[in-house]
């Protein structure tokens, strides 16, 4: 505690140059005009500070708009140890809700941000980061930082914000801008026509339910993403659970992927957009190594390499939330549908030229003598070309180097 004669002392100082100490008085009078008169006769002065330097103004206006001001509510119902007529204040602490909003108070309390707050992370946002101190508004008025089109800029005030996340590392870096460059947060930002159905930050996460991935309570916890998403996209999830990667997600064994890993959580793209198929290509592969492996090696994965999406890409042929083994006969590679499948690319398919297998292995001899020779043959092939058009190109930029040292040398002989 500084000595409160030096308090005293830079209190008066204050006042003095705020022009408060005459109005001081006149104080007892003025209170019976507006509850908060009293606090404001200081506080309105928008160039008050406090000892250490902190801006401690209060915009009067701004507060008699807000939800709080509106009702006249005394400064004191928040910050409940000023005491009116006392000064100095005395020690001041956060201001406080609870007394008329218990529930929000504690549910805050078990979210991400409570809990670090809490254990001494004060970058967690806290009441006032989301809502604001004396600014308020209920949460369907525009001006509110909670109403939908405001709150990707309130969350990203921390998630958005380079310094802090550097400072803070904050969990999954510049989270908001990623999510703001996604289809969803496209949606809203250009108030496209799915702008008023597309989910903000806490459509995923909630608000007073928050929680970190890792805590299974958590909206968007391993198990409950499919959930979440489903609010919206109910057929996706209702595919996604009879497919072999839904069932198995779902039972004990885990390791089937589940929406984000194939449509990643921040950055989900239209499905059509080629970035976005040549994306899952690669994200199939992460798990299913080996058919990536031999389906770059097709004619299919060779074009689609070269940024050309257009042509079957794995979910062509498996279905995207449909995937199941060759042997059920709903996969679209069954025996029985395998033709239909092909035809929808390849209209004049018959069943020899579906006998074609897109993963053969040509690098592997048992898998087919034909493909294994024609494939060794094909390497040859381009390696024969490659060498004899090679050589031939070094042997003309010799030539054409020669000739250009002749032509400059000319006149000077
Ligand atoms: C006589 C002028 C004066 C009056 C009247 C006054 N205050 Fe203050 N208040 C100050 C000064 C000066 C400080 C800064 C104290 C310091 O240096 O720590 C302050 C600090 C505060 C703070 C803490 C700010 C912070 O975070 O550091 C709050 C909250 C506050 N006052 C609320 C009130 C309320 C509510 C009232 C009415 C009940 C009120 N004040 C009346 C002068 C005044
Ligand atoms: C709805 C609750 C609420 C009411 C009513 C309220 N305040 Fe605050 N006030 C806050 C919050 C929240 C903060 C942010 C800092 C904190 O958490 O203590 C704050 C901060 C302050 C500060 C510190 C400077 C700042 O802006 O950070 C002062 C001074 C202050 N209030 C004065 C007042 C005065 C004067 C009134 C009445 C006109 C008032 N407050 C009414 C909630 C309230
Ligand atoms: C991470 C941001 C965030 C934090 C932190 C937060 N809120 Fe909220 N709060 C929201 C959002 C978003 C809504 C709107 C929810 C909706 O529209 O359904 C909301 C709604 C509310 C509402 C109106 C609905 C209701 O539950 O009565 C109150 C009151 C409220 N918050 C108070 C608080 C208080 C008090 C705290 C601190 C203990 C707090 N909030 C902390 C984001 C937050
Ligand atoms: C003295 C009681 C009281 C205190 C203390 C108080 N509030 Fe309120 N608050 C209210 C009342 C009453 C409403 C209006 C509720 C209504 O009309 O639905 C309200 C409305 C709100 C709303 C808008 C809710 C909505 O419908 O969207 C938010 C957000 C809010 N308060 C946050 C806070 C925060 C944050 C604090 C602490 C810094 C706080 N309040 C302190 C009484 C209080
Ligand atoms: C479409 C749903 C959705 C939206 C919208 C969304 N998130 Fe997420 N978010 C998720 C999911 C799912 C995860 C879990 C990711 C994982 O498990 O890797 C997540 C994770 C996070 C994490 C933790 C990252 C990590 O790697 O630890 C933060 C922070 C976060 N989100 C913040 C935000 C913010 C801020 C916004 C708005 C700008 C937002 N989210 C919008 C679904 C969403
Ligand atoms: C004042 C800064 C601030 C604001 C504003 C803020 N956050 Fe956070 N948030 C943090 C910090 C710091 C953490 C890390 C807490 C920790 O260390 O566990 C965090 C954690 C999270 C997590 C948990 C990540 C995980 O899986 O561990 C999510 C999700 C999240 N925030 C989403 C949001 C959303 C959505 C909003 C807006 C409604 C928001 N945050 C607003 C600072 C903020
Ligand atoms: C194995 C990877 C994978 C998983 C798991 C997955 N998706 Fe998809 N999803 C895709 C692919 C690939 C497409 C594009 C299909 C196409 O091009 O026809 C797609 C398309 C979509 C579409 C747009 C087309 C439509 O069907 O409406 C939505 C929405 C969608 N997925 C949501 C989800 C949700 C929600 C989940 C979790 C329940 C999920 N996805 C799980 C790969 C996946
Ligand atoms: C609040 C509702 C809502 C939630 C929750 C939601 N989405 Fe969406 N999603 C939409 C809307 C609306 C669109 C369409 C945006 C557009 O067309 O501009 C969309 C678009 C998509 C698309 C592109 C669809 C296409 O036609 O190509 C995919 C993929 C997708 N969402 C996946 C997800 C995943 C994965 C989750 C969960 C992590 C999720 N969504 C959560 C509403 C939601
Ligand atoms: C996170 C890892 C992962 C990702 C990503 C993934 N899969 Fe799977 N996939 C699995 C697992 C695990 C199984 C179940 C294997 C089993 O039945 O034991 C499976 C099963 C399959 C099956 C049925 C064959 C079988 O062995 O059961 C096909 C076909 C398949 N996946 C194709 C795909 C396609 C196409 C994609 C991309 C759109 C994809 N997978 C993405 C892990 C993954
Ligand atoms: C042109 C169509 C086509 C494309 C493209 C394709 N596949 Fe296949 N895939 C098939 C067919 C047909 C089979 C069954 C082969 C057989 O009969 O053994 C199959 C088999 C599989 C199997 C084993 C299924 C089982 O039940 O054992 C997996 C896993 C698989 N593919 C994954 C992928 C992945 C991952 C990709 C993309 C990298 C991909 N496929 C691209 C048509 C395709
Ligand atoms: C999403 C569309 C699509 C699907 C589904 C598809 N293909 Fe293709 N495929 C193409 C395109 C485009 C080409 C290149 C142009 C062409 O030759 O028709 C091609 C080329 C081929 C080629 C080499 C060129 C040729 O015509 O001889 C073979 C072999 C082939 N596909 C087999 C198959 C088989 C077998 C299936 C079913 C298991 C299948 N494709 C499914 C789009 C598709």
């Known amino acids: ?187 809203i930002a250009n108030r496209t026509s799915a702008q008023g159905a597309a989910p903000t930050c806490t459509s995923c996460h909630g608000a007073h339910d928050l929680r970190g991935k890792d805590d299974p309570a958590s909206k968007v916890a391993r198990a409950n993403i499919p959930s979440t998403c489903a609010t919206c996209h109910m057929n996706a999830k209702a595919e996604w659970e009879k497919s072999q990667h839904g069932r198995i997600a779902q039972s004990a064994a885990g390791a089937a992927p589940g929406c984000i890993d194939c449509h990643t959580a921040h950055d989900i793209a239209q499905h059509t957009d080629p970035k976005f198929k040549l994306a899952v290509t690669d994200r199939c592969g992460t798990c299913h190594a080996d058919f990536a492996d031999t389906y770059r090696d097709t004619f299919h994965g060779q074009v689609t390499q070269l940024g050309y999406a257009q042509i079957a890409t794995c979910a062509s042929c498996h279905g995207a939330h449909q995937v199941l083994p060759k042997e059920n006969p709903l996969s679209r590679v069954s025996d029985q549908n395998r033709l239909a499948t092909c035809q929808a690319c390849h209209p004049k398919a018959n069943a020899n030229f579906v006998s074609y297998d897109p993963h053969a292995n040509r690098h592997v001899r048992e898998q087919g003598q034909l493909l294994f020779f024609t494939g060794k043959f094909m390497d040859f092939l381009l390696l024969g070309v490659f060498s004899v058009f090679g050589l031939h190109t070094v042997l003309w930029f010799v030539r054409s180097l020669r000739a250009m040292r002749e032509r400059r040398g000319t006149p000077r002989h």
Do not use: W
Request: hydrophobic residues 40%; contains cysteine; proline residues 4%.
């Open 1 to 187: 505690m500084p000595a409160p004669s030096v308090r005293a002392l830079l209190l008066v100082l204050l006042l003095t140059a705020a022009g408060c100490a005459a109005a001081q008085g006149a104080a007892k009078e003025e209170a019976a005009a507006g509850p908060n008169d009293g606090c404001l006769m200081c506080h309105a002065d928008p160039s008050a500070k406090s000892a250490a330097g902190k801006a401690i103004a209060v915009d009067a206006k701004k507060f008699a708009a807000s939800v709080h001001g509106a009702m006249s509510l005394p400064c004191t119902t928040c910050h409940a140890d000023v005491q009116e007529g006392v000064f100095p204040h005395g020690e001041v602490k956060a201001a406080q809700c609870a007394s008329c909003h218990e529930q929000a108070v504690k549910d805050y309390a078990g979210t991400a941000h409570g809990k670090a707050r809490s254990g001494g992370r004060d970058v967690a946002a806290s009441c006032a980061d989301c809502h604001g101190a004396h600014d308020i508004a209920k949460r369907d008025d525009p001006a509110s930082r909670v109403h939908r089109a405001n709150l990707e800029s309130t969350c990203a005030s921390c998630h958005g914000n380079e310094a802090l996340i550097q400072r803070a590392n904050l969990p999954g870096g510049n989270v908001a801008s990623r999510y703001h460059d996604s289809i969803h947060g496209q949606a």
